[in-house]
């Protein structure tokens, strides 16, 4: 009987270990890569989670940034900032991630665009992808086609895009990017300094917040590190009203 019961929690324990071990070595392939499921936010015209939601949310897993260094035509040596990352559509739907990827410096106060330098992108290519298997994009190419629909119990179907920057200043060490376009949800707001005057439409947006360590004479890839948590938001955009989906298609009725 003990005979028994000893081997019974004998394999057990090894299970558990080889459950362990198998985290582990996932960990260790891909220690920095992260997924960001669809979070609700009061701001929803409708429930996100809810299978006929009419506000959609793309599913966001990313690297965090590195540093990679190219010499860019007309600009010469740099030092590029890149966020690898995958969009996953865990929807019924098809839908176009026309993304808008804006890099913020909250110590030094400057605002950084995503840019398009294919040199640097195939810097990045052979650094992350060099089979070409996963056929990275840029911020124009991942629009050309819907991201499909993953089937559930089923290997995602995800798109892989990078965004870039080669004009972050080297002296901050506190940074949030913010990625729109992987929602339709938007609400309008009033101007806090002038309201009933003038209104502001804000995007469901992505918040992601990182911290660098050292200085900008020691500027490595392994000194950037993920603050958690990321955030939903609903942040201010340029964009006009006609360009997003109406109030009235986002509330169910």
């Avoid at 929807?91 to 993304?99: C, D, K, L, V």
């Avoid at 410096?105 to 298997?133: F, G």
Wanted: hydrophobic fraction near 35%; proline fraction near 8%.
């Amino acid at each position: 009987m003990f005979g028994k019961l000893g081997r019974r929690l004998g394999l057990g324990l090894l299970a558990l270990l080889l459950v362990f071990a198998a985290v582990q070595w996932a960990a260790a392939i891909n220690p920095n890569e992260r997924t960001v499921k669809p979070g609700a936010n009061v701001q929803d015209a409708d429930d996100i989670h809810s299978p006929d939601s009419k506000i959609w949310v793309l599913d966001f897993k990313f690297k965090d940034p590195r540093l990679i260094k190219v010499n860019v035509p007309g600009r010469g040596q740099k030092v590029c900032w890149y966020l690898w990352y995958q969009v996953i559509n865990n929807t019924s739907q098809p839908h176009t991630f026309i993304p808008d990827f804006e890099l913020v410096t909250s110590d030094r106060n400057t605002v950084h665009h995503d840019q398009i330098l294919p040199r640097v992108q195939d810097a990045i290519r052979q650094l992350e992808d060099p089979t070409d298997y996963l056929k990275i994009k840029n911020s124009v190419t991942i629009a050309a086609e819907p991201i499909p629909p993953s089937k559930k119990n089923a290997e995602p179907r995800a798109v892989t895009g990078v965004a870039i920057w080669d004009d972050v200043d080297p002296d901050a060490n506190y940074y949030s990017i913010f990625i729109s376009g992987l929602s339709n949800g938007w609400a309008v707001t009033d101007d806090a300094e002038k309201p009933g005057e003038k209104s502001i439409i804000r995007r469901k947006t992505l918040q992601l917040n990182f911290r660098r360590l050292g200085d900008r004479y020691y500027q490595k890839s392994e000194e950037i590190r993920f603050v958690q948590p990321p955030q939903w938001i609903y942040r201010g955009t340029s964009l006009s009203a006609p360009a997003l989906p109406s109030q009235k298609e986002g509330k169910k009725q």
